[in-house]
C-alpha cells in the first residue's frame, strides 16, 4: 500500500532540457487566487499564432504537491497543444504537507472559474475548456470534471461566481477510489498502511474547531469514509459529465490498472463518452511513447471542444 501515495509524484522526473526548443509560444504568469498570504499562481501559455479560441487547464501536480521546478514537465507536454492553437494553463495548486486533496481539489475549480472569469482578456471561449493531468494531476483533472459545479453566487469575488465546468478531459493513469484500492477495500482508520507513505499528509483531513479557533485532524472514522468518498470520482460519476480519456499502463505499480477499468466501464453505464488507451506493460511514469498518446489527447479535444 506505500506504493498508493508514495510514487506519486516520479513520474514527473527526469525533465527535459527545453533550452532548444523554439518558442513559438509567448509565457506569463497569472495570480487565480491567494491562500493564507499566499499567491496560487498558473502560467498562461499562448501560441504566438493560429489560436483557435479555447483553453486546457494542465494540472502541475504529483503526489498532490505541486511546485514551479514541474512546469518544464508540463511546458513539454503541453507543444502539441500550442501546436493546434490551445492556450494553455499550468496550474500550480496548494499541496501536502500544508494542504490536503481536498485543498488541491478546491484550487484546481478555482483555477477554472479564474480562467472562465478572463476568457475574453485571454481570447478564448468560455466554453470550450478542456483539463489535464498526470497522476495526481489526473486525479484533481477528472474530479473537476465529475464533481457538482456550485458556483458561490453569493461570493463577493466575482470568479467565485462563475462555473468551474470543463467540457473534455484527457488525462494519464489517475486515482479515482480511496475506498477500494486493487482488489481490496481500504479503510481510512488504518495508520500502519499510511504511516510510511510519503504523501500521508494529503490525507491529514482537518476540520475546524470553534473554541480555540484552531484546525483539528479528524479521527472519527464515518468522517473520514464520508471524505473519501467525495474526493473519489468513481462516486461523483453522473449522466452530465464531459468526455473522458484516459491513459493507463497494465504494469502500474502505484495506482492500479483497475482503478481506471471500473471507472471507464462506470462512464459507459452512464452513457458519457469516454476511452481507455491501454499501455500493455506500461508502469507508473514517463512512457518511451508518451507523445503518442499526447496526440491522442489533442485528437479527443479537438473532437470534444470543437
Not at 476568457?119 to 486525479?139: L, Q
Request: proline fraction near 6%; aromatic fraction near 12%; hydrophobic fraction near 40%.
Amino acid at each position: 500500500m506505500r506504493a498508493l501515495f508514495s510514487g506519486l509524484f516520479i513520474c514527473l522526473f527526469p525533465f527535459p532540457d527545453l533550452a532548444q526548443t523554439s518558442q513559438t509560444f509567448s509565457e506569463k504568469e497569472l495570480i487565480y487566487g491567494r491562500k493564507d498570504g499566499m499567491a496560487l499562481t498558473m502560467i498562461m501559455l499562448s501560441p504566438k499564432r493560429s489560436l483557435n479560441g479555447k483553453a486546457i487547464i494542465s494540472m502541475v501536480s504529483g503526489g498532490w504537491y505541486s511546485q514551479y521546478d514541474w512546469v518544464q514537465y508540463n511546458t513539454r507536454n503541453s507543444e502539441i497543444f500550442l501546436q493546434r492553437g490551445y492556450t494553455v494553463f499550468l496550474v500550480m495548486h496548494s499541496g501536502r504537507p500544508m494542504f490536503t486533496i481536498v485543498d488541491a481539489i478546491d484550487d484546481a475549480k478555482r483555477a477554472v472559474r479564474f480562467v472562465r472569469y478572463h476568457a475574453s482578456e485571454y481570447k478564448i471561449d468560455p466554453g470550450h475548456i478542456g483539463i489535464t493531468g498526470t497522476s495526481s494531476g489526473a486525479h484533481l483533472s477528472i474530479t473537476v470534471a465529475t464533481d457538482d459545479d456550485k458556483p458561490d453566487v453569493a461570493s463577493q469575488d466575482p470568479v467565485d461566481r462563475v462555473s468551474s465546468r470543463v467540457q473534455a478531459v484527457a488525462c494519464f493513469y489517475p486515482p479515482s477510489d480511496f475506498l477500494h484500492w486493487g482488489n481490496m477495500d481500504v479503510d481510512p482508520m488504518n495508520k500502519v498502511i499510511l504511516d510510511q507513505a510519503d504523501a500521508y499528509s494529503a490525507f491529514e483531513f482537518k476540520e475546524w474547531e470553534p473554541i480555540h479557533k484552531h484546525f483539528v485532524l479528524i479521527t472519527d472514522k464515518q468522517k473520514l469514509l464520508w471524505i473519501s468518498r467525495q474526493i473519489s470520482p468513481f462516486y461523483q460519476i453522473s449522466p452530465d459529465d464531459p468526455p473522458i480519456l484516459i491513459a493507463h499502463g497494465t504494469a502500474d505499480l502505484v495506482v492500479p490498472f483497475s482503478q481506471s477499468q471500473r471507472f471507464i466501464e462506470k462512464l459507459k453505464e452512464e452513457k458519457i463518452p469516454c476511452n481507455l488507451l491501454v499501455k500493455e506493460g506500461g508502469g507508473h511514469g514517463e512512457w518511451k511513447d508518451e507523445y503518442v498518446y499526447e496526440k491522442s489527447f489533442a485528437d479527443w479535444f479537438d473532437k470534444y471542444l470543437k
